[in-house]
């Protein structure tokens, strides 16, 4: 088929996308699909090879992203309900004290934001925000961006948070590099989206907290475990994940000789197990060890799997849309193209995801089409598995830009704030496009060193 024809398919693929999803209203689950399968009838496949496609694209990106998800789900929700997210941040600001509290609270979102949705963290920590607030008599901003920024930052760029873990799996990109790479690029994001923009902005715009929570506050300040305990449980998953590709490094390299410590490491340091045994501890430690009866801790489970379940499915969406590409040879012909522009591949998933994230809003959406795009095209370059978390974390800068109306966030936010729709496309909107092209630019920066 021609090229053009074959370009022009896919353009048309992704506007019906963004049609179905932003005028019609139509699940970006059930959209992706429908699209998938316009592109397959677009670019001449066979009817049966399409329907074996989105067998194979959707059974081979869950069986990943479905257990890790999950498993980081009850994980987060236990994180939740016993209040150690919570413990972080009272340890944290008791240790840095008010006038460093935005330090402490850029650091507090960023640990929490780990095992914790991000707008479950801040619903959480907000009451804290509205105290301080109080007793400091600044803008609430002083002390909210700071928290959604480290917030922000780690549930776009830090494993096991599904959005880079989705990626990684249709890129097929390692966790553990991610992680490392995620790290490097979201601290000193996280530090001038935070408390930098923090201070500028709260003397911008002056808010007083309201008085919500205020008796749940107080009720939560009892009993927290105990900080050291919440950040080992936090911790443990990510070390044992970084520790199995570092060895990945070290073995081929012929400095890690012993096949039976390799084998351990890699058995250990598979995201499946290493969630597996955090979740058992933290069910132990931060449910039974804390009174939690067998039932209470089934219900959390149940409750932490709900939103778990709608992410796996658009995600299993995403790999269809990758599937398609691929089989349909429109994903080869593309990074053909690729090849032979300068563009780097970098650059253009970030370009991607960012005109996606403008559009239609979700965060998710965006990372799952600009990673369905990019998969194809990666194969045809000679990529380390650095320069694979690279791209993801490319994309996952691009997918935080320009959050605004259309995105649920936007909303959350100024509510709990007190803003109008101003106010927050002044703080949140410009907080989340400074983490995006910080986060960027970091990533570019690191493309030329690794």
Known sequence: MNEILLIAGVA???????????????????SLLVVSIVVGIVTGMDFKLIMESMKNGMGNTLGFVATVVGLGAIFGQMLEASGGAQSIAQYLLKHFGEKRASWALVITGFIVAIPVFLDVGFIILIPIIYELTKQAKRSVLYYAIPLLAGLAVTHAFIPPTPGPVAVAEILDAQLGWIIIMGFIVGLPTAVIAGPVF??????????????FFEEKQNEQQKGLPSFRTIILIIALPLFLIVLNSVSEVLYDKGILEN??????????????????????????????????????????????????????????????????????????????????????????????????RVIQGSATVSMITAAGIMAPLITVFDLTQIDKALIVLSIAAGSTILSHVNDSGFWLVGKYLGMDEKETLRSWTVMETIISVVGFLFVLLLSFIV
Not at 267 to 272: E, M, N, Q, R
Not at 317 to 343: C, H, N, R, T, W
């Open 12 to 30: 048309f693929a992704i506007l019906l996308l963004l049609f179905l999803v932003l005028k019609l209203k139509i699940h970006a689950f059930i």
């Open 198 to 211: 923090g201070k500028y902005i709260s003397k911008k715009i002056k808010l007083n907290a309201p008085d």
């Open 259 to 356: 096949k039976a410590v390799y084998d351990t490491i890699g058995l250990l340091g598979h995201p499946f197990s290493a969630l597996i045994i955090s979740t058992l501890l933290a069910l132990y430690v931060l449910g039974t060890r804390r009174g939690f009866s067998k039932d209470q801790l089934m219900k959390l489970s149940g409750k932490a799997l709900g939103p778990a379940g709608l992410i796996i499915l658009v995600t299993g969406a995403g790999g269809v849309f990758k599937q398609i590409l691929i089989d349909s040879g429109v994903g080869g012909m593309l990074a053909e193209k690729l090849a032979d522009s300068a563009m780097a591949p970098v650059v253009l998933a970030y370009i991607i995801a960012v005109v996606v």
